[in-house]
């Protein structure tokens, strides 16, 4: 190295990265402030045709903001989570938390306004209050005057301590239900790598209850480690629990049978012959490997083999009913609700017919899509509509004209509606 060569300055590029974060900061910001003038024009007046929230994948009725947000419309936030390029549950999900702030914590979308509050933290902050009363809600925003300097714990503190000011009843039903929630699980014996003989222990306890076991465990490690183990800390306290154990052992002699599952496994002629090793799990639609599924199929007390289905082959039937093999022909083809940016997977998905039966649309995979039940309801109810352009690829069409293909590759805009002035095409009043 030359000595005489001076380091490269670095703060030019900093100052760029720097720029770039404040820009991308502001831009953020704007989609917020965008987001809000949306939600004004798009309120409805009632819950039918609200927008809601979803658990997993059940439609829990429960509007996308709590309670003294306005409903917005289910079908119209379609549209923007569309463009915003977001999938249908996490759009909604971020457009929800966007009305939270703006109408129910105006302390906290002032501090993002004004660039005092990053808004992942505002939207971490319109999670934890989505659920609670108006009141409550209000608590809460008036103690974060200053929200940049909250922490997450002291965030949770204050989140508690509005629910016992505000809505007592729900705190202590919440209390019954943890309580309910308690287990104790020990795993099953890891064989993987050196861990033979090894289980993982998982547990709930009362807070009593887990305060009076650790000092029982801690009080039984030390004894150990005074009678001469000098094993650390950890392992010792792993034998201290099994200890207690045995202390006031009862032995079960009939036991209990051992857990079941049905599990889907998609392998092709390649998959066992170590050409092509993997195969895919469907039911959580990950990869396994071909030693994982030779395991499977040893210790397997009955193995359903089915037949290859041909994904191009379609047998149209003379009734509105699909039947089985249909949903299954249509759900390994099409793997997922085929709207824009959903993912729900096709298994759980209703079967719409492009064309429909009453207009003469067949009743046969050709014809059927693999929609959810919400986005069936959209193209069913609402102006979305969609085009077969090819197997497995559709192209959908919003309302206001916006255009998106929909393929195995994912979602793809097309280009943006405007109207004839070359403006954006405004929401329908």
């Known amino acids: 190295m030359d000595l005489g060569t001076q380091p490269r300055s670095t703060a030019a590029l900093l100052s760029r990265v720097g720029a770039r974060i404040q820009a991308r900061d502001t831009l953020l910001i704007e989609e917020w402030q965008d987001i809000v003038t949306w939600a004004s024009d798009h309120v409805v007046v009632g819950p039918e045709g609200a927008a809601t929230i979803t658990d997993g994948y059940l439609d829990t009725g429960v509007p996308i903001a709590g309670d003294g947000a306005p409903l917005v419309s289910e079908f119209g936030l379609m549209e923007l989570v569309a463009v915003l390029g977001r999938s249908p549950d996490g759009g909604r999900a971020y457009v929800g938390r966007v009305i939270e702030c703006a109408w129910r914590l105006p302390q906290v979308y002032a501090a993002v306004v004004a660039g005092r509050l990053t808004p992942w933290r505002a939207e971490r902050i319109a999670d934890l209050t989505h659920g609670l009363s108006a009141e409550a809600a209000g608590f809460v925003d008036r103690q974060l005057f200053d929200a ?17 000011r505000f809505d007592p009843e729900r705190a202590e039903a919440e209390r019954a239900t943890a309580a309910d929630q308690r287990y104790v699980e020990v795993g099953d014996p890891d064989t993987h790598g050196n861990t033979n003989g090894i ?52 032995l079960d002699l009939e036991g209990s049978p051992g857990r079941k599952a049905i599990v889907n496994v998609h392998i092709t002629d390649t998959t066992l012959t170590g050409v092509n090793p993997v ?29 290859v289905i041909d994904l191009a082959d379609h047998v149209p039937i003379d009734s509105y009913e699909i039947p089985d093999r249909h949903r299954v022909q249509v759900a390994l083809r099409d793997h997922a609700c085929r709207f824009p940016h959903c993912t729900r997977p096709a298994t759980r998905c209703d079967l719409d017919h492009a064309r429909p039966y009453g207009e003469g649309g067949p009743t046969c995979p050709c014809n059927e899509v693999a929609l959810c039940r919400r986005h069936h309801r959209a193209k069913t109810h609402s102006r979305w509509r969609y085009q077969t352009t090819a197997p497995a690829t559709y192209v959908w069409t919003s309302p206001n004209g916006f255009t998106f293909r929909v393929d195995h590759r994912g979602t793809h805009p097309i280009h943006h509606a405007t109207d004839p002035a070359g403006d954006p095409a405004p929401p329908d009043q």
């Not at 639609?285 to 083999?305: D, F, H, M, N, Y």
């Open 199 to 250: 289980v993982h222990l998982d547990a709930v306890l009362d807070a009593a209850d887990g305060r009076d076991l650790d000092v029982a465990i801690a009080r039984r490690a030390h004894l150990l480690g005074d009678l001469g183990n000098d094993a650390p800390l950890d392992v010792r306290r792993s034998v201290a629990l099994g200890e207690l154990a045995r202390a006031d052992l009862t």
């Open 148 to 164: 940049s300097g909250v922490g997450w714990a002291q965030l949770d503190r204050l989140i508690a301590e509005a629910i016992l």
């Open 279 to 307: 195969g895919r799990w469907e039911d959580q639609q990950v990869p396994v490997s071909s030693e994982q599924i030779r395991e499977w199929l040893g210790t397997a007390s009955t193995v359903i083999v089915r037949p």
